[in-house]
């Protein structure tokens, strides 16, 4: 069955710091990827989405994230971390579009 | 352009009591998707609708049911209610297209609490 890993379910970087949040797929099979962020007692919200064009793709509040088939993994960065930052990230895969699978998700930390 | 909106945002009900939960599609999306969020926990998907038929379930028990109306909102159905659906649901509504990926946009959730 496939699945997705969230390295760590909670992270705490200073403000300013780098942001990397790790994400890991099973499957033989390139998915569709996506990062999502909640922000308490909120829905989710698209950070970026990687659907078979650039490996390295550019989401809004400026994060980012790379596709690495070899690796299978779609792990989430950002240079300098913002004390808006702090929220829970999902990270999701879906197959020709059908269900999200979603991992467990990581808690982010920003330290003044 | 009017997003995803669920309704009610807070819900308390009793073990063994039923709950509906609403929601309306954005405008122009034609699929509905339900997902149940506990506590701590990544989004689970409990099932989706297109143009009024399920079209893919989770693994979720048949007290957990659904309807899209002709306008695509929504409803969530779970009879029986147990401690343990205590959750947030999420809705997501996409515009199915032939082909490649639908992008799924979400609702801010209902809180149910089972007591």
């Known amino acids: 069955a496939q699945s997705v890993t969230q390295l760590g379910s909670h992270v705490s970087v200073s403000e300013g710091a780098l942001v990397l949040l790790r994400c890991n797929y099973s499957?033989?099979?390139?998915?569709?990827l996506f990062w999502y962020v909640q922000y308490p007692n909120q829905g989710l919200q698209l950070l970026l989405k990687y659907t078979s064009a650039a490996t390295l793709v550019k989401g809004i509040n400026g994060f980012e994230a790379e596709f690495k088939k070899s690796e299978t993994s779609f792990h989430l960065t950002k240079p300098s971390a913002h004390m808006s930052d702090a929220a829970e990230y999902f990270c999701?895969?879906?197959?020709?579009?059908?269900?999200?699978?979603f991992g467990q998700g990581t808690e982010l930390s920003v330290k003044p | 352009e009017t997003g995803v909106t669920q309704s009610p945002t807070h819900l308390i009900k009793t073990r063994g009591q039923q709950v509906t939960l609403r929601c309306s599609s954005q405008s122009g999306h034609n699929t509905v998707s339900w997902y149940q969020q506990a506590l701590g926990q990544g989004p689970q998907f409990i099932f989706q609708?297109?143009?009024?038929?399920?079209?893919g379930r989770g693994n979720f028990p048949p007290r957990f049911s659904g309807l899209q109306f002709p306008n695509y909102s929504s409803e969530l159905n779970v009879n029986a209610l147990e401690l343990d659906d205590s959750a947030l649901y999420l809705c997501?509504?996409?515009?199915?297209?032939?082909?490649?990926?639908?992008?799924?946009?979400f609702g801010p959730g209902t809180r149910l609490t089972v007591l």
């Open positions: 499957s033989s099979v390139p998915p569709y």
């Open positions: 997501a509504s996409s515009l199915e297209l032939a082909g490649g990926y639908n992008e799924q946009f």
């Open positions: 999701a895969v879906s197959y020709q579009g059908g269900k999200l699978i």
């Open positions: 609708y297109y143009r009024e038929e399920e079209n």
